[in-house]
């Protein structure tokens, strides 16, 4: 995620970081030239045919329409990933404040909040596809790191083993019935947004929806110089170019928000926040705890 202050005017123009022009430049020079070639073919071999500015400009609200409806699907992904993410790291700190008023300090409590950063990492490598051994081992041990990491569902095995820790202290009347109820409901809410988590990772929009909308962008974009040919005259080039970066710079955006897990520079600073909830977790142990991740040249990961 990029995590900077707002440009001023000028350099609004130049800022590349966080941009989707470089994604898209290649589209913009090429609809370029082919007005280009629009407008030497009709000027200098034969007078090709028009089409009117006006059926042009019905299409194009038709097509922003399009793009503005997928781009604020993407962007309703995006936001309820951040919002489930916020509810996890919300949901570890009641569970340490929990640990707290109904076991009180001891081994057993660092060990259950020792799971839930493990449950965040697990969940983190699941949605990005990397290795999170390292970090779960300085809080649950080589052998309980391995032993989840072998689950077809890492994190999923973490909230079970949280789970299998809380009964062992319900055995043992260490715990009771409001505190029973109190914990099974932080740990169902856990549980609730891992499953939101997973939903959008593995539900992407429609591809037929998206085959639409970009075959009909390319369309678009294609026959618009043969439209400005008598309204622009040589400024085609530029008007061409300007409309294929709103187009396609839309349809770019909209690939970067639809899988906000994705480790790139517009997506969700998914270790940043489990980083959040070590040190959450640190301080509610009365440990030392971690500093917070920095941006990296304005990128937060």
């Not at 604020?72 to 996890?88: C, F, I, Q, T, V």
């Not at 678009?220 to 110089?225: G, K, M, T």
């Not at 040190?279 to 941006?295: F, G, K």
Request: charged share 15%.
């Amino acid at each position: 995620m990029i995590v900077r202050d707002h440009p001023s005017s000028f350099r609004l123009f130049f800022v590349m970081q966080g941009s989707v022009v470089p994604k898209i430049l290649g589209k913009i020079i090429g609809i370029a030239l082919l007005s280009v070639v629009v407008l030497l073919v009709n000027h200098y071999v034969v007078i090709l045919p028009r089409i009117s500015i006006g059926a042009m400009g019905i299409f194009g609200v038709a097509l922003s329409l399009f793009l503005g409806f997928r781009n604020n699907a993407a962007y309703d992904r995006w936001w309820e990933a951040r919002k489930l993410w916020g509810s996890m790291i919300a949901d570890v700190r009641n569970l340490g404040r929990h640990m707290c008023v109904f076991v009180g300090k001891g081994e057993e409590r660092e060990a259950i909040l020792s799971y839930a950063v493990a449950f965040a990492h697990l969940h983190r490598g699941f949605l990005r596809g990397v290795d999170v051994r390292p970090e779960i081992t300085s809080w649950v041990g080589e052998e309980s790191a391995a032993s989840m990491i072998g689950k077809k569902n890492p994190a999923d095995a973490a909230l079970r083993s949280i789970a299998d820790r809380i009964g062992e202290l319900i055995k043992k009347d260490a715990i009771s019935g409001f505190g029973q109820m109190t914990i099974s409901q932080t740990l169902s809410s856990l549980a609730f947004a891992q499953a939101g988590c997973e939903r959008i990772l593995m539900t992407p929009l429609p591809f037929v929806y998206s085959l639409l909308v970009r075959r009909t962008t390319y369309l678009y974009c294609w026959l618009l110089p043969f439209a400005l040919i008598d309204s622009t005259g040589w400024f085609a080039p530029i008007f061409a170019a300007v409309v294929a970066y709103v187009f396609f710079g839309l349809q770019a955006v909209t690939n970067e928000l639809e899988l906000p897990f994705r480790n790139v520079q517009n997506g969700l600073p998914v270790d940043s926040m489990c980083r959040t909830i070590e040190i959450s977790v640190a301080e509610a142990l009365d440990l030392t705890p971690p500093d917070s991740l920095s941006p990296t040249n304005h990128v937060l990961s």
